[in-house]
């Protein structure tokens, strides 16, 4: 199965949420780079959100089905939780294009 990360994007660029799901496949269990790097990133990127910013986020996790969303609450959202969230989908974006066949990545407007 391929990873993949979908991105949610209002009109005017803020990002109001993403999720990720599914094994990359690259290696076995314990081995796969590609799944690890995504999994770093994202828990990452939560923890930063937790720590340095404010704003109200909704967070899920299914280990069982390897999926974890956030989704932004927040009305008025804050300069980190934008730069947090831009920087994760940079980072997203750049291992999907060097992984293709491994982790796709979508924005889609909300």
Do not use: W
């Not at 923890?47 to 989704?71: G, H, K, M, P």
């Not at 994760?88 to 999907?96: K, P, V």
Request: some cysteine; overall charge negative.
């Amino acid at each position: 199965m391929t990873h993949a990360a979908v991105f949610r994007r209002r009109s005017d660029g803020g990002i109001v949420g993403f999720q990720t799901e599914g094994h990359a496949g690259y290696a076995e269990k314990g081995s796969d780079i590609v799944c690890a790097a995504v999994s770093m990133l994202v828990i990452n990127t939560i923890n930063a959100i937790e720590l340095y910013t404010t704003d109200d986020c909704a967070v899920q996790v299914s280990e069982a089905d390897a999926f974890i969303s956030l989704r932004v609450r927040s009305v008025t959202q804050s300069r980190e939780l934008q730069v947090l969230l831009k920087a994760l989908a940079l980072g997203l974006s750049q291992a999907a294009q060097d992984h293709p066949e491994y982790l796709t990545f979508t924005i889609e407007e909300v």
